[in-house]
């Protein structure tokens, strides 16, 4: 629709070049916005406002002109001049109830993906193995999810890359305390975490433990087969760990997604030597380094990327190159989506310009860091357990599980205990993701069950209860949602707001792909949820005036119904019938 109006008012401009009143050779960006206040239309342009100086008209009056000067079109009803100068368009209600009607005939929900399909890889979740997931890794693995659905839904072609990192100094310190204490492996493995922090622990604590861990690594990344053996071990546990949470959290991510810094060893000693051919590479301190003159430390000297230690280790960054180049070359990726902590910012950007210039990527490969902020306690510090140790996922999980329990019961008491169970653990998992997805993906945010679990405000328990009020109109008719003939007529104000906001699901959509915030379906879904609210308090549907109108309203509330939970799916949130 704005590219309509775009075009529309294009037209406008080029006939008022032809008549003089624009001088020749102007190519403005036409911007328009959907409007806050339905009374303003539905979509408003600044282009009189831009272009009054060059017309040496005031904006008013070239918002006159440009009014007389735009075609007829049957999606538009009116043109009015607002405030001081802007074009108000208002759309033809028939022409909108007709792309409701588009709408509620395609399983797509007539949403298209406006530029052309790509093939996207996406960057996510990626924790370091043999520790436990906690909940630091709850952002990279919900966000990139929910916007990995969101580009499925659209057309693209989704890869999920999981970057685990399987390779680091923390084997050393598992595989020394296995050496230590052999029995360990039968009675401690079991509780990873546990093991973890013994091994942790005896690192800590002795000199010679951290000195046998350390020589350990070495010979695991040379390839030493006994270490090779148990690291693999270490590593399934871990990863089946993972994986548990996975399903938990409804996110599709399985086994086959994992491809770990281990898995591209082999590369990384040619990806030094490409750096070299290209002449990128300094040696410092016997480490080898590629400079970037644009990246500079607080001195103002260029700052290093480092791709091999003095010792001969292979870094990160070095693992990051390799990944790209696989994802360039194997994987032929048009664009690759990192979710990772915003405080790795600096290494992204870096790690990409090497990239660009030893030529490991394709020049029209897009790679963007879609850096998150910190998820901190309610008290605004980093989120902690009571005694200071970090929180796992799993018991976090456990507990919104349990409060959401508690909530549903006491809202519902007379619901069976299976589907009490089953209601619960769909509004606790979703109330913790989406209180994280609703966030502006950049900032920091405070975790907080009271507010996550209330049923209202922006919450998953109020957009949960949003749909099945929408479903148990269905029910009370004893239709399916897909079972309403008619048409839908838009006259009350109510119903026309609605069905606007109903009409931008697909630009939605395209937004949230393109700058991979999730936030932004979640506030559409919200203020959805608002306007059906008051839709159903002011235009009654099974008690209408008559009977066209109510099928009228019952397609709306249908549209509704499976934009909404189109919308929850694509956040990874599990709509439930009834609550
Ligand atoms: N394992 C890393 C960490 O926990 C995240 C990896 C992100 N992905 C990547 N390609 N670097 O910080």
Redesign the pocket.
Known sequence: MKDSIRHLIQQALARLTDDGVLPEGLTPAIQVENTKDKSHGDFASNIAMMLAKPAGLKPRELAEKLIAALPQDAQISKVEIAGPGFLNFFQNSDALAGRLEAALADPQLAVRKAAAAQRVVI?LS???LAKEMHV??LR?TIIGDAVGRVLEFLGDEVIR?N???DWGTQFGMLLAYLEEKPAAAESELADLEQFYRAAKQRFDESAAFADRARELVVKLQAGDADCLRLWTRFNDISLSHCQKIYDRLNVKLSPADVKG?SAYNAELPGIVEALREKGLLTEDNGAQCVFLDEFKNAEGNPLPVIVQKAGGGYL?AT??LA?MRYRSQVLHADRVL????QR?AL??QM?FEVARRAGFVHAGMQLEHMGFGTMNGADGRPFKTRDGGTVKLIDLLDEAEQRAYALVKDKNPQLDEAELRQIARAVGISAVKYADLSKHRTSDYRFNFELMLSFEGNTAPYLLYAYTRVASVFRKLGKGIDEIDGRIRLDAEQELALAAKLAQFGELLNNVGEKGEPHLLCSYLYDLAGLFSSFYEHCPILAADNEEQKQSRLRLAALTGKTLKQGLELLGLEPLERM
């Open positions: 960057d990626s924790p370091n630091g890794h990279s890359q970057h685990v990192g810094e990160y693992t990051d990944a990192y979710f990772v902590d790795q290494h992204f790690a």
